[in-house]
Structures are given as structure tokens and as C-alpha cells.
């Protein structure tokens, strides 16, 4: 089971404060108890290489809805095509998310050390697509109760994150599918094609206030 941090010496504002920007504050640090207090209130950190750091809350949310799920013909073939497996290569997983190589790559040492102290307490988790004894894929995020923040992919074979995704979306489909929140910050067109949709940033703060007091779903609870 996860091991609760430390709690934050900051306090974040209601997203409210936000009005119609997706940027909620600045500042603060990415200690382990700031970074899970942040999700719990519909916040993530992404740093901007101008300024402190930010801590995001969009709009207009991108979900994707885990009981409703009705994966594409090429998407199942897709999913079929890897195993998924958990957290056994997460520094692997996380290093490929970080390659200053891919386009608006974000992820900076200080996010990879932050994000890798929290899976070594059990809050981050890396799902990845295996074809063999090769890694051809794979995600990460942060997991609460019912709530999986979805923070970046990669693919080193075609197909490689989109079956992440789809195995994602199998390990949190439990009995509590329904209440489950599985985020993954903006719908983009590649994201569109998974299932992923828009709700408003209210509706996303509410549900997950329901989610995080949900048991873990079992891939995630060891």
C-alpha cells in the first residue's frame, strides 16, 4: 500500500480562482505531500522554463470514461498485439516519457526525481506494452483511491501506447468503474481516438473529491 508523505507546507487555492485560465498558482515545490495535495484538488504540476512553477487545472478536462470504454477494431487488435505489465520498468518508462528528442517535451530532472521518489512510496505507477522481452510502450501516472492521473506516454513500436492505454483501462475496470476518474489532462487528437472526452473543470474537481476515498483497484494496491 501507498505511505502517506509528510503533509505540505503549502496550501492551494480552490480552482475557482482560476476564472477561465488553466493555470491555478505558481510557486510551491514538488515534495511528495505538495504533489499528492495538488491532485487531490484537481491540480498538477508542469514546470515552464521562464518562471516558477506552475500548477495546472484545465478548463476544459480531458477524461477518459473507464466503464463506458468501447475500444476501436484497431485498437483491440493493437491491444492484443502486447502484454501489459506493471511497474516493471518504471525509470525506463518515465526516461522515455522525459526524451528532449520528442515534440513540447516537459519533463525536466526535477519532475523524474519528484515522480520517482513518489513510485518508490507507492503513488506513481508505470503501465507498459511489451512485445517480448522489448518494451515498445508505455505510460505513468499517479494513482489515488479511484483516481489515476494520467501524465505522459511514449511508443517505441507502433501501437506500443495506445495498448498502454487500452491495458490501463482493463486494470481499472473493476466493480468500481463507474466512480473511478482516469484523467489525462487534454484531449488531443491522437487522445480522441482512445475514447477521451472534454468535461468541465468543476464536474472533474467534484468527481475526483468522490474518487481518491475509493479502494485502489488491485493492480495498484501491491
Known amino acids: 500500500m501507498p505511505v502517506e508523505p509528510a503533509a ?38 508542469m514546470p515552464d522554463s521562464h518562471g516558477p512553477l506552475l500548477w495546472w487545472s484545465p478548463v476544459d478536462r480531458g477524461v477518459i470514461d473507464v466503464a463506458g470504454f ?9 491491444r492484443q498485439r502486447f502484454e501489459i505489465r506493471v511497474n516493471t520498468a518504471f525509470d525506463q ?33 508505470s503501465v507498459e506494452a511489451w512485445d517480448g522481452d522489448e518494451l515498445a510502450g508505455g505510460l505513468y501516472g499517479v494513482a489515488i483511491g479511484g483516481l489515476f492521473a494520467g501524465e505522459s506516454m511514449f511508443h517505441h513500436k507502433t501501437d506500443g501506447s495506445k495498448a498502454a492505454v487500452a491495458g490501463l483501462v482493463e486494470l ?19 487522445l480522441s481516438t482512445l475514447g477521451a472526452v472534454e468535461i468541465p473543470r468543476e464536474d ?19
Not at 530532472?109 to 515522480?115: K, Q, T, V
Request: glycine share 6%; charged share 20%.
Open 8 to 45: 505540505s507546507v503549502w496550501d492551494f487555492p480552490p480552482v475557482a480562482v482560476a476564472g477561465a485560465s488553466d493555470v491555478v498558482a505558481a510557486g510551491a515545490d514538488l515534495e511528495p505531500g505538495t504533489v499528492l495535495a495538488a491532485y487531490r484538488r484537481g491540480l498538477f504540476p
Open 70 to 78: 468501447a475500444p476501436s477494431r484497431s485498437l483491440r487488435r493493437a
Open 93 to 125: 518508462v518515465i526516461r522515455a516519457c522525459a526524451d528532449p528528442r520528442r515534440p513540447g517535451s516537459w519533463i525536466d530532472a526535477d519532475i523524474i526525481a519528484a515522480y520517482t521518489k513518489l513510485h518508490e512510496l507507492g503513488w506513481v505507477h
Open 172 to 190: 481499472l475496470n473493476d466493480k468500481y468503474a463507474a466512480e473511478r476518474v482516469l484523467d489525462i489532462q487534454w484531449v488531443t487528437s491522437h
Open 204 to 222: 472533474y474537481v467534484q468527481r475526483v473529491e468522490r474518487a481518491v476515498g475509493l479502494p485502489l483497484p488491485d493492480a495498484f494496491s501491491g
